[in-house]
C-alpha cells in the first residue's frame, strides 16, 4: 500500500503545483487591481479631451464640462487648477464660463476631488460671466442695435438682452423714458414685453411717479401706448395717469408738466369721462388709507422679493431686493407720493402722507435720524407741508401725526416722529409736553407705549427737551428715566412659578433663550414686574396660580399698557409617568362549591362608584336605567379646560395684532419649545429688537436726565 502511494506522489505534486499556478493566475487582477489603477493610462476619450483644452479658452470651457459630464473630475480638477498659470485675461475667463452649464457647475462643486482652490477659481469665472451679462456698455448696444434693420445685428441683440434679465429690462426702461422717437420707442417696447412685461410696466410705472420730468413724460406715453383703446380704463397704469393729470408743477412755467398733463388729458378725450381733481384726491386718499392699513397689518415673514429703485439720475430703474413686508410700507409711501403731486393740502391728509413717507424710511434704515437726516426731512417734506397750513406750527404738527399714528398702531412713524423732535429756537420745549384741555401731551403718553422701542425714544426726545417747568405726566417720565437708567444688556421675561425646582429649570432655559429671567410667584406679583416698563420679550406662566386664574391673569397682563403686546406662554405639567401593574387575578381553582358561593356572596354586596350594590351593570331587569339613575356613565370629573389661546385672541386680538399672542403648551425642556412663540411674536413686530448698543445708548441718555 505504501509502494502505490510513493508511486503516485510526483504525478499528485505536480498536479497541486498546476493548481496553485492557476489560481495565483486566476486572482493576480483581484490582488493587484489598485496598482494598476494607479499605472494604467488613461481613457483615450480623456486624454484626448484634456490635451484640445490647450487650444483656447473657449476649447477649455468645453472641456470641463465634457469631463463633467464623463464623471472624470480628477481632469476637471487639472484643468481648473491649471487657469491661474494660463495668465488668462477677463474676456478670455468670460469665454471659459460661457461653455460650462449651471448644472455642471453645482456637479463640480460638490464633488469631493475638487480642491477649495479649484471651486473659487470656478466661482471667480461665473462672476465675470454674471457681470459681463449685465453690463450696462453691452446692454446699452444691443439696444441701439434693435432698432437697425438688418436682422443679422438685430438677432444677436435679442440673445444678448434675454441673457441680461432684469438689467435688460432696465436698459429698455431707460431708453425708452428718455426717446422721443416713436418707432424706436415701439421697437423698444416689443423687446420690453418679450423679456418680462408685468416687471416693465411697473418699471415704467415707478419712473413716471418719480422720475424727471422728462421722463416721467416719456413714461407716460409708454404706458399709455400700452394700454390703448378700451383697456385704458381697466389698466393698472390708470393711477399714474390720474396724477399726471392732476399733477402740481414746480415752476410756473413747466412745459414737462403741460405736456404730461395734455398727454394724460387725451386719455380721456374721446370717452368723454374725465374725472374731477376732487375725485382723483378721494380716489387716491383711499388708496394711501388702504395702503397704510396693510402695512400696519403685515407680517415680517422670511420672503424677498426683487423691486425697481429709481437710479441716481432719475431717469430709470435698477434692480433691488426687499423683503416682502417692506414692501407694504413701500406701497404705502408710492401712494403718498401721489398725494403730494396733486397738491392735497387738507391737514389730515398731509398727516397721513407724511406718516406714510416716515415710516417707510424708518423700516428701510431703523437707524434713521442722524442730524443730516433729519435736517433733510424737515427741508424737503415737513417746510413744504406746514407751509400750506395757515397757524399751525411744527410741534403741533408733529403730535397730532404721533397721536394719529398711535390709535393706528404704526411703530415705524411713531419712531420717525420721535427722532424729529429736538429743541427748536422759534419753538418752546413746553408746547412739546403741555396739551390743550385737560389730556396729557401725546410725547408723554407715548412714554407708556406697548412698543419698548417707542417709549424709550420718546423719554430721550423729553430728556433732549431738557423741560425746566412742571408738565402733566411728568412723575411718569421721570419713572421712565430711572427704569432707564438700569437697563442691562439683555432683556427680560418674566415667570410666574413657585415651585423650586421648576424655577431651576426655567431659569436654565431662559438663559439659553439670551433673556434675563425674573421669577414672581402670584399674578399680584407678575403685574407689579410688568408694570415698570423693562424691556420684555415674554410671559410664561403656569396654568393655576395661587391667587388668580389663568385667564384672569391675561386680563390682568393685557390692561397694562406697556405689557399688552408681550407674548404671554402659559404651561402645564407634563403628565406623570405612571407604570399601572395589572393587578393578579384571584385564583379560584381550588375552591369547592361551598366556598365559591361564599365568594361570589360577598362580591355581590360590594358597592359600585355610583354606589350601586354588585355594580349597575348586573342589576337584572333595568331596562331605561338613565331614566331611573341618570346619566351615571359621564366621568364629569374629567372636563375639557378652558382654551387660554382662543379666549386670548377673542377677547384681546381687537387691540393689537401682538396683543392675541397667547399661547398653551406643556412646560417646555429646551429652547426649541419656544422658538415658535418666539418666532410669531417677532414676525408682528416692524422695528428690530433693542440690541446691547441701544440699550447702552438709551442708559446714558437716562442717567443724564436725571443728573440734571
Not at 98 to 105: C, D, K, M
Not at 423 to 449: E, R
Not at 508 to 537: P, Y
Request: some cysteine.
Amino acid at each position: 500500500m505504501s509502494s502505490v502511494i510513493a508511486r503516485f506522489f510526483p504525478a499528485t505534486a505536480l498536479l497541486v503545483a498546476v493548481l496553485l499556478c492557476t489560481g495565483l493566475r486566476a486572482q493576480e487582477p483581484l490582488t493587484q487591481s489598485v496598482v494598476e489603477r494607479m499605472i494604467q493610462p488613461r481613457d483615450p476619450a480623456v486624454e484626448q479631451t484634456i490635451l484640445r483644452a490647450q487650444r483656447s479658452p473657449a476649447d477649455l470651457g468645453q472641456s470641463i464640462s465634457a469631463l463633467t459630464r464623463m464623471g472624470q473630475f480628477e481632469g476637471v480638477e487639472q484643468l481648473l487648477s491649471s487657469i491661474e498659470g494660463r495668465k488668462f485675461n477677463e474676456q478670455q475667463k468670460i469665454e471659459v464660463a460661457e461653455q460650462i452649464t449651471g448644472a455642471e457647475r453645482l456637479r463640480i462643486v460638490d464633488n469631493e476631488n475638487i480642491s477649495p482652490q479649484s471651486v473659487v477659481a470656478l466661482d471667480g469665472l461665473f462672476d465675470l460671466h454674471r457681470k459681463n451679462l449685465i453690463s450696462p456698455a453691452r446692454l446699452a448696444q444691443a439696444v441701439d442695435l434693435l432698432t437697425q434693420q438688418d436682422a443679422d445685428q438685430t438677432l444677436p441683440a435679442i440673445r444678448t438682452l434675454f441673457s441680461g434679465g432684469e438689467a435688460s429690462t432696465a436698459a429698455l426702461v431707460h431708453a425708452i423714458v428718455t426717446t422721443t422717437d416713436a418707432s424706436k420707442r415701439d421697437k423698444w417696447l416689443r423687446a420690453m414685453i418679450q423679456i418680462d412685461e408685468q416687471s416693465g410696466v411697473e418699471a415704467l410705472r415707478r419712473v413716471a411717479l418719480y422720475g424727471t420730468e422728462a421722463a416721467r413724460t416719456g413714461a407716460l406715453t409708454a404706458l399709455i401706448r400700452l394700454s390703448p383703446g378700451a383697456n385704458i380704463a381697466t389698466s393698472p397704469s390708470m393711477t399714474e395717469i390720474l396724477t399726471a393729470l392732476y399733477r402740481r408743477s414746480g415752476t410756473a412755467n413747466d412745459p414737462s408738466a403741460d405736456n404730461a398733463a395734455s398727454l394724460a388729458a387725451s386719455v380721456f378725450k374721446n370717452s368723454g369721462r374725465r374725472p374731477s381733481r376732487a375725485a382723483v384726491i378721494e380716489l387716491l386718499r383711499a388708496q394711501l388709507a388702504q395702503d397704510t392699513r396693510l402695512a400696519n397689518l403685515s407680517a415680517r415673514g422670511f420672503g424677498r422679493a426683487e423691486v425697481w429703485v429709481m437710479n441716481p439720475e432719475l431717469d430709470g430703474v435698477k434692480a433691488q431686493r426687499m423683503p416682502d413686508w417692506m414692501l407694504r410700507f413701500r406701497d404705502a409711501a408710492d401712494a403718498a407720493a401721489r398725494l403730494v403731486a396733486i397738491g392735497d393740502d387738507d391737514v389730515r391728509s398731509v398727516t397721513a402722507q407724511l406718516s406714510a413717507m416716515i415710516a417707510y424710511t424708518v423700516v428701510a434704515d431703523p437707524d434713521w435720524g442722524s442730524t443730516d437726516q433729519v435736517a433733510a426731512f424737515r427741508r424737503d417734506s415737513l417746510s413744504p407741508a406746514l407751509a400750506t397750513m395757515d397757524d399751525m406750527s411744527a410741534a403741533e404738527f408733529i403730535l397730532d401725526a404721533l397721536s394719529i399714528a398711535s390709535e393706528s398702531d404704526n411703530d415705524p412713524a411713531m419712531l420717525g416722529w420721535l427722532r424729529l423732535i429736538s429743541p427748536q429756537a422759534d419753538i418752546s420745549s413746553m408746547s412739546w409736553l403741555v396739551s390743550s384741555g385737560t389730556d396729557v401731551s401725546p410725547l408723554v403718553m407715548a412714554v407708556d407705549n406697548a412698543s419698548p422701542q417707542i417709549r424709550y425714544e420718546a423719554a430721550a426726545a423729553i430728556a433732549r427737551l431738557a423741560p425746566s417747568q412742571p408738565y402733566a405726566g411728568s412723575n411718569r417720565v421721570l419713572d421712565r428715566w430711572e427704569q432707564m437708567s438700569l437697563l442691562t444688556s439683555r432683556a427680560t421675561a418674566i415667570v410666574l412659578e413657585n415651585r423650586p425646582e421648576v424655577v431651576a429649570e426655567l431659569e436654565l432655559l431662559i438663559n439659553q433663550a439670551g433673556l434675563a429671567a425674573q421669577f414672581v410667584s402670584s399674578v399680584a406679583g407678575l403685574q407689579a414686574v410688568a408694570a415698570e416698563g423693562e424691556d420684555m420679550r415674554l410671559i410664561l406662566s403656569k396654568r393655576q396660580p395661587t391667587d388668580a386664574s389663568a385667564i384672569e391673569m391675561i386680563d390682568v397682563v393685557r390692561r397694562i399698557r406697556v405689557a399688552r403686546d408681550v407674548p404671554i406662554v402659559i404651561y402645564s405639567d407634563p403628565p406623570p409617568q405612571v407604570v399601572t401593574l395589572a393587578e393578579p387575578e384571584e385564583d379560584l381553582s381550588g375552591l369547592n362549591e361551598a366556598e365559591l358561593q361564599a365568594h361570589a356572596d360577598a362580591e355581590a354586596i360590594k358597592r359600585d362608584r355610583f354606589g350601586v350594590l354588585g355594580g349597575l351593570d348586573n342589576v337584572k331587569g333595568v331596562v331605561h336605567r338613565d331614566l331611573l339613575y341618570g346619566d351615571l356613565d359621564v366621568d364629569h370629573t374629567a372636563g375639557e379646560p378652558l382654551d387660554l389661546s382662543w379666549a386670548g385672541e377673542r377677547r384681546w386680538g381687537d387691540e393689537s395684532l401682538r396683543a392675541g399672542l397667547i399661547s398653551e403648551l406643556v412646560r417646555p425642556r429646551s429652547i426649541a419649545g419656544l422658538y415658535d412663540v418666539l418666532r410669531d411674536s417677532r414676525s408682528r413686530q416692524h422695528l428690530p429688537p433693542l440690541s446691547p448698543i441701544d440699550r447702552s445708548r438709551y442708559r446714558q441718555i437716562a442717567e443724564q436726565a436725571l443728573a440734571l
